[in-house]
């Protein structure tokens, strides 16, 4: 799962980057090519490890 979590992690970074904003977990799981809910369980991890904060846009 770590290498997956590297994956996760990087692509929002560099989306985020890109972008100025985090993308949805149906964003990177297509982009990725893995399920929904796995990229959603690593991103609830990354959340309370506090690697990540999602900042989205007002719509």
Do not use: C, W
């Amino acid at each position: 799962m770590n290498d997956n979590k590297d994956k996760v992690l990087f692509y929002i970074k560099e989306f985020t980057k890109r972008h100025g904003y985090t993308p949805t977990t149906y964003q990177v799981s297509n982009e990725l090519y893995m399920p929904q809910d796995k990229v959603s369980s690593i991103v609830e991890a990354l959340k309370a490890e506090g690697a990540i904060q999602i900042h989205r846009p007002l719509t």
